[in-house]
C-alpha cells in the first residue's frame, strides 16, 4: 500500500485522537491579602477627630473653626498623613470642608441644611418607631420610660446637660428597636450631624418642656403597641424641631 492509500486513515485517526472541546472556566477569582484586624491610625484618628467634633458647640459662634493638621498630628503622636486621610473622610461625610490655601474647617450646617436633615430624620424615626411597636419586647419598652425617670419637675432644668444627653439617647434607641439594619445604618451619620443642633435648641424657647410632654406620650404609645399613633407622634416631634429651627435658629445664617 502506498502512501496515497495510507493518508486517508492517517487523517482520521488525527481527527479521533483531537481532544474533546473543554468547558468554559469560571472567571478567576481576585487575589486578596489577609486583613489586619487591628485599628490603622487612619481609623483612630478619624473616631478621634470625629468624636471631637460633635462634642464642640459649634453654633455658639459664628467664627470660623480651623483644624491644624500639623498640631493634631503631634497631639495624636503620629505622622500627618494618617491625619489627612481622616480628614478627607470627614469630608465626605460633611464635617469638615477643604478651603484652598487656606486650610480644613468644621463645617456648620446653614438653616436649610438643618431642616432637610430634620425632615430626612423625621421619615426614618417615625418607621422606626412603626417597627418597634411590632417588635420590640416590653422590657425594651419599658428601659425607655426608665430614662427619664430622674427627671421629673424642677429636675430637668437642674441638670439640662444631662437632660439633653438623654434626649439623644431616647432618640438614637427608637432607632435602634426597630431590628432594621437598613434603617439603622442610614440614620447613623444623620443623626451625629443632628446630635449638634439637638443639643443647642434644647436650651431654646420652650423645647425643654415640651421634649418631656412629647416624649412621654410617645412611650405610652409604644406601650400600648398603638402603631400609627407612635408613627405620627415621632414624626410631628421631629417636624416640631424643624419648624422650631425655621423660626428661632437665626444662628445658622
Do not use: C
Request: glycine share 2%; proline share 4%; aromatic share 6%.
Amino acid at each position: 500500500m502506498n502512501s496515497r492509500d495510507r493518508s486517508p486513515s492517517l487523517a482520521n485517526a488525527r481527527v479521533r485522537s483531537a481532544p474533546a472541546a473543554r468547558a468554559p472556566l469560571p472567571p478567576s477569582q481576585p487575589s486578596l491579602a489577609p486583613i489586619d484586624a487591628a485599628p490603622s491610625f487612619k481609623h483612630k484618628a478619624y473616631a478621634a477627630l470625629k468624636n471631637a467634633i460633635v462634642a464642640m458647640d459649634i453654633y455658639r459662634s459664628r467664627d470660623d473653626i480651623r483644624l491644624d493638621e500639623r498640631k493634631l498630628a503631634q497631639d495624636f503622636g503620629i505622622s500627618r498623613t494618617p491625619v489627612r486621610e481622616a480628614m478627607a473622610q470627614l469630608e465626605s461625610e460633611g464635617f469638615v470642608r477643604s478651603v484652598p490655601r487656606r486650610g480644613v474647617y468644621v463645617v456648620r450646617k446653614t438653616r436649610t441644611e438643618v431642616i432637610e436633615m430634620i425632615t430626612a430624620w423625621a421619615a426614618l424615626e417615625s418607621m422606626a418607631a412603626r417597627l418597634v411597636t411590632q417588635t420590640a419586647t416590653p422590657d425594651q419598652i419599658a428601659d425607655l420610660r426608665k430614662m427619664f425617670a430622674t427627671f421629673e419637675g424642677d429636675q430637668v432644668r437642674a441638670h439640662l446637660d444631662e437632660y439633653s444627653e438623654v434626649n439623644i439617647e431616647f432618640h438614637q434607641s427608637i432607632i435602634k428597636l426597630s431590628g432594621n439594619r437598613v434603617l439603622i445604618e442610614m440614620a447613623e451619620n444623620l443623626f451625629t450631624h443632628m446630635r449638634m443642633i439637638r443639643r443647642k435648641t434644647i436650651v431654646e424657647k420652650d423645647r425643654v418642656d415640651r421634649s418631656i410632654r412629647d416624649h412621654m406620650k410617645i412611650i405610652e404609645a409604644l406601650e400600648a403597641r398603638a402603631t400609627d399613633r407612635a408613627e405620627v407622634l415621632v414624626r410631628d416631634h421631629a417636624l416640631g424641631l424643624a419648624e422650631h429651627v425655621k423660626q428661632y435658629a437665626d444662628y445658622l445664617d
